[in-house]
């Protein structure tokens, strides 16, 4: 049974920290949507063995750091650019416009979530983030099914401030990013709309947090982009979802040639 309730942010974020990669829930949630993206076999298993560190991710093609080096050329940067809210065109209906590839933005969990609450308790019951996982997970494989149009973000509640939420759709991009490089992606695999998609998240990885104001401007803006990312991981998933069944009428075809 899909749980119908998103997972309550804070008490997952406390939860999460416990564990040695301490990502904050909207990174788990976008690592979780970036396997789900793939349509791979076992999709849950990998996702709670790289979160817990269960398992090493020797598939993965990714380094032992949370970073993006498999699905980024760092040679085909191109100069550093401003990426603040103010000005930034970036809504579902805008990401057609190619963009050329950053370089790797690391990402340092110490200094992502040096706001978090500093009492957090290291022991936290493993039972308890099991569970906590466990929703996190239903509740999101129900939101992006086959028939969905769009689905919900796991981000902090709209009452916190611009720049806390600001900083879990980061998270979100690079925890999306880091999932599709888990489960094997090859940038060039994509083709079309979810290649432009995909250019634009990594584009996003280098967002200027530093300048977003509390206002309706960057309120407005870090709206479109959240709509963004519902629609570009979409289009990422039926483009795997299209090469899958390409692959297997391939296949299919040349049974029948035998």
């Known amino acids: 049974m899909a749980f119908a309730v998103a997972p309550d942010y804070d008490r997952l974020s406390r939860l999460l920290a416990g564990v040695e990669l301490a990502p904050s829930p909207a990174e788990a949630q976008g690592m979780l949507c970036g396997l789900l993206a793939l349509h791979l076999p076992d999709p849950l298993e990998r996702w709670q063995a790289q979160l817990l560190l269960a398992t090493p991710a020797a598939e993965s093609n990714s380094s032992s750091e949370w970073g993006?080096?498999?699905?980024?050329?760092?040679?085909?940067?191109?100069?550093?650019?401003?990426?603040?809210?103010?000005?930034?065109?970036?809504?579902a209906a805008g990401h057609a416009e190619a963009h050329a590839c950053c370089d790797d933005p690391s990402h340092d969990h110490a200094g992502a979530h040096a706001g978090y609450p500093a009492d957090v308790n290291a022991d936290a019951d493993a039972d308890e983030r099991s569970a906590a996982l466990e929703q996190l997970a239903a509740w999101t494989q129900s939101a992006i099914g086959p028939t969905s149009l769009s689905f919900d973000l796991l981000l902090p509640p709209e009452d916190r401030l611009l720049q806390e939420r600001a900083h879990a759709v980061l998270d979100w991009v690079r925890g999306l990013l880091f999932g599709l490089a888990l489960g094997?992606?090859?940038?060039?695999?994509?083709?079309?709309?979810?290649?432009?998609a995909f250019d634009d998240l990594v584009e996003l990885t280098r967002m200027d947090l530093d300048a977003i104001v509390e206002g309706d401007a960057d309120e407005q803006a870090l709206t479109e982009i959240v709509e963004f990312l519902r629609v570009a991981a979409m289009l990422i998933r039926e483009d795997r979802a299209k090469a899958l069944l390409d692959e297997r009428d391939r296949q299919v075809a040349e049974m029948g040639m035998h």
């Open 68 to 91: 993006l080096e498999p699905v980024i050329d760092a040679a085909a940067a191109p100069a550093p650019i401003d990426l603040t809210f103010q000005g930034r065109k970036t809504s």
């Open 184 to 196: 094997g992606l090859d940038r060039e695999q994509l083709l079309g709309q979810a290649a432009e």
